[in-house]
């Protein structure tokens, strides 16, 4: 009977029931999204996310890597260059340290227009533990010259883009690359780096958006300038035409998600949820600040509650939050915002930026609330 009641009720603003659409997604975009996966957003109630789980973003292929011959070459600008096989970068003092990546494109597909990139929506965010040795102990054993203004970081992997060749490169400032969370991770989750994920070693740099946190990394190097390679200087901006260099992306802007209550219509994912008192719940998190607040709406951002905050799961990684909501029948769009520590709170919509970078608008679920069953 109660079953009935739900169908009869549930009609999303998205057509579940229509198989064909207009709203065209490229074919090139389609490829990106099978190779480069998001978290099903269920996955937000582990605080740490299971490592099949986590999300992806390789640019070009995954590289073979040569496990016997793999050494990590430390040199430049340094007085004392350093070649390290996987062995020897175990053996240095390690730190374990629980990271909230994003990646900077999360979100880009709902802007309009939509840069034609990775067409995330909300997905691309993970947390894992990470295991590695400290950048700056490295740095310091190979000793960077005063003479060094950033410090390169080179990948295995190679491809094109923007008609460009190159491997995938990062670099550092000095102030950066010295910070004492900066790791050179060989472990996530207590494993091997999985190969995706950039099997043998990786940096992880905690509060950046993830470009920066290289995998597969070959070389590391101290360099007289600032790098102004591709994935530097070129792309990974806030600019809001092709001409315009603007600003680089860097530390990830505070954001929240909700894990979807109820159930979902398979096609809009739309949700069904009986009316009544039901706790919904998600994670927060603000890059380099703290989550100060967390606020839930279920009248589309036109008011707003306090949520409870939880679980910290690190000074880098998400902030558990909770809201008992008293669901009311009818069409309800649940809205969810964090505030971190220095005051900023995220927008009710995106300004819109030519590569879809940082953004952190409210995220807006859709939930059919139907009537409690009668007695
Ligand atoms: N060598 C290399 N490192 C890389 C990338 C890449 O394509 N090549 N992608 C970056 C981007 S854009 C992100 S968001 C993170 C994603 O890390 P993950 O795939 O382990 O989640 O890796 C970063 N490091
Ligand atoms: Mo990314």
Redesign the pocket.
């Known amino acids: 009977m109660a079953r009935q009641q739900a169908k009869a009720r549930f009609r999303p603003v998205g057509d579940g029931s229509k198989h064909t659409s207009e709203d065209t997604f490229l074919r090139e975009e389609m490829q990106l999204a099978f190779r480069?996966r998001g978290i099903p957003l269920e996955a937000l109630r582990y605080p740490l996310t299971p490592t099949g789980m986590?999300?992806?973003?390789?640019?070009?292929d995954v590289p073979e890597v040569m496990e016997e011959s793999w050494l990590l070459n430390v040199g430049g600008l340094v007085s004392n260059p350093l070649t390290l096989t996987l062995a020897e970068i175990k053996s240095r003092p390690s730190r374990t340290v629980p990271v909230t990546?994003?990646?900077?494109?999360n979100g880009r597909a709902l802007l309009q227009p939509r840069y034609i990139s990775q067409p995330w929506l909300t997905e691309?965010v993970?947390t894992s533990e990470w295991t590695g040795t400290p950048l700056k102990g490295i740095l310091d054993e190979a000793g960077v010259s005063d003479k060094a203004v950033d410090i390169l970081f080179t990948?295995?992997?190679q491809g094109v883009q923007s008609d460009i060749v190159h491997y995938?490169q990062?670099s550092l400032n000095l102030a950066e690359a010295t910070r004492d969370e900066v790791l050179l991770a060989y472990a996530m989750n207590g494993e091997d780096l999985q190969p995706?994920?950039?099997y043998p070693l990786?940096l992880i740099v905690p509060g950046w958006?993830?470009?920066?946190?290289?995998?597969?990394l070959d070389s590391i190097e101290a360099i007289p300038r600032h790098f102004d390679g591709y994935q530097m200087d070129q792309t990974y901006r806030y600019t809001v035409s092709a001409d315009r260099p603007g600003e680089p992306v860097t530390t990830i802007r505070v954001r929240s998600l909700m894990v979807p209550p109820g159930i979902p219509e398979f096609l809009t994912r739309t949700r069904l949820v009986k009316a009544g008192q039901i706790t919904v719940s998600g994670r927060a998190w603000a890059g380099r600040q703290s989550v100060s607040r967390v606020e839930f709406s279920d009248d589309d951002g036109m008011s707003w509650r306090d949520a409870e905050l939880g679980e910290q799961v690190g000074e880098f990684a998400w902030i558990a939050w909770s809201y008992r909501w008293d669901a009311k029948a009818g069409r309800r769009f649940l809205r969810v915002r964090a505030t971190d520590s220095d005051g900023n709170v995220q927008p009710s919509a995106q300004p819109w930026t030519l590569l879809g970078m940082g953004n952190n608008m409210t995220q807006r679920v859709e939930v059919i609330v139907s009537k409690p069953a009668p007695c």
């Open positions: 480069n986590h999300f992806l973003l390789t640019h070009f990546l994003e990646c900077a494109g691309a993970s990948g295995l992997d995938y990062r995706q994920h950039g990786r958006y993830g470009m920066t946190s290289v995998k597969w």
